[in-house]
C-alpha cells in the first residue's frame, strides 16, 4: 500500500475515535423530519414517543451501530461510554477503507485488462 494510503488512514481513523466523542445525541436529519410528522398527525408535540411506540418493532433493517454507538459496549445503566463512540466510528472507518480500496483493485484490474487487448 502507499504511503499516502497509510498516512491518510491512520489520520481518518485519529479523527474517527475524537471526533466521534462530540456527535450529538440528537436526531439527525431524516429522524427529526419523522418526529415532526409524527407531532403533527397526532396534534401535539410528543412526536417522538409517538413515533417509537407506533413504530416499536417494525423495523426493516436492524442497525449494526444505532446512533453511532456500539450498543454492547455500554456502563452498569445501559448507556453507551466512549469507548462505544471511538470504536464505532473506527470500525466505520475501516469498513469504507476496506470497501473502497476492494473497488479500486477491481477497477484497477479492469482497466489494466482493456489496456492489454
Do not use: W
Not at 455500554?74 to 472507518?93: I, Q, R
Not at 477503507?97 to 477497477?107: E, Q
Amino acid at each position: 500500500m502507499e504511503r499516502y494510503m497509510i498516512k491518510g488512514l491512520l489520520l481518518a481513523l485519529v479523527m474517527a475515535c475524537v471526533i466521534s466523542l462530540f456527535a450529538s445525541s440528537s436526531p439527525d436529519g431524516l429522524e427529526r423530519v419523522m418526529i415532526n410528522i409524527f407531532a403533527q398527525g397526532h396534534g401535539d408535540e410528543h412526536g417522538e414517543e409517538k413515533m417509537e411506540e407506533l413504530c416499536e418493532g417494525k423495523e426493516v433493517i436492524t442497525a449494526p451501530m444505532p446512533d453511532y454507538v456500539i450498543p454492547q459496549i455500554a456502563d452498569n445503566e445501559g448507556n453507551p461510554t466512549m469507548l462505544s463512540a471511538s470504536l464505532a466510528g473506527l470500525f466505520g472507518v475501516l469498513l469504507v477503507f476496506g470497501l473502497i480500496t476492494a473497488v479500486g483493485k477491481t477497477l484497477k484490474k479492469e482497466v489494466k485488462n482493456v489496456r492489454d487487448k
